[in-house]
T-cell receptor, first 118, second 111 residues
Framework: DGGITQSPKYLFRKEGQNVTLSCEQN?????MYWYRQDPGQGLRLIYY???????QKGDIAEGYSVSREKKESFPLTVTSAQKNPTAFYLC?????????????????FGAGTRLSVL | SQQGEEDPQALSIQEGENATMNCSYKTSINNLQWYRQNSGRGLVHLILIRSNEREKHSGRLRVTLDTSKKSSSLLITASRAADTASYFCATRNSGNTPLVFGKGTRLSVIA
């Protein structure tokens, strides 16, 4: 069963704590993305990675960190520096991040992780 | 930065009616995509239209693109209660940048 798996589905963070959200894909996609979605809002890009061992900041990277040590995995850490972390976090992947080919930048999404602050 | 802006923000219709959602964007694009999100779930890709295309169909979906007005519309014909979801447009600019999503239209189809 191919796709993107995010875990956990629900996560609670204590003040001052770092938490890590998992994202794994078995689609053999090169590009992976992390988005934040606040209630009634669109998606805002946190970080993206076009290739293993490389990643770029998105529009709202402050207070977050990522790593891309394996093609299949792109974990997101919400650090204590992120003062308002409560949101729905979505991970996505695509064959490539760029290129005009039709299939290359269609994104496939995981089911999301809802993060709340205790 | 959010490139696309959907209109209306929310839409409520009766089952069987057609639903039309619009998306406006600011810069030149290579393609425009529409995605659907059921409540509390991830997004699902619906349809992609290239910048040199004007109209595209997929089942009950019809997408138009007017690059001179920098706008697109998504039409869902003969809507069903199961079409209730949020719909987002996403654009990819020229160059090496990822998709940029709009804020979405929340569609409610009442049985």
């Amino acid at each position: 069963d191919g796709g993107i798996t995010q875990s956990p589905k629900y996560l609670f963070r204590k003040e001052g704590q770092n938490v890590t959200l998992s994202c794994e894909q078995n689609l053999n996609h090169d590009a992976m993305y992390w988005y934040r979605q606040d209630p009634g809002q669109g998606l805002r890009l946190i970080y993206y990675s076009q290739i293993v061992n490389d990643f770029q900041k998105g529009d709202i990277a402050e207070g977050y960190s990522v790593s891309r040590e394996k093609k299949e995995s792109f974990p997101l850490t919400v650090t204590s520096a992120q003062k308002n972390p409560t949101a729905f976090y979505l991970c996505a992947s695509s064959i490539a991040a760029s290129g005009a080919g039709e299939a290359k930048n269609i994104q496939y999404f995981g089911a999301g992780t809802r993060l709340s602050v205790l | 930065s959010q490139q696309g802006e959907e209109d209306p923000q929310a839409l409520s219709i009766q089952e069987g009616e057609n639903a039309t959602m619009n998306c406006s964007y600011k810069t030149s694009i290579n393609n425009l995509q529409w995605y659907r999100q059921n409540s509390g779930r991830g997004l699902v890709h619906l349809i992609l239209i290239r910048s040199n295309e004007r109209e595209k169909h997929s089942g009950r979906l019809r997408v138009t693109l007017d690059t001179s007005k920098k706008s697109s519309s998504l039409l869902i014909t003969a809507s069903r209660a199961a079409d209730t979801a949020s719909y987002f447009c996403a654009t990819r600019n020229s160059g090496n940048t990822p998709l940029v999503f709009g804020k979405g239209t929340r569609l409610s189809v009442i049985a």
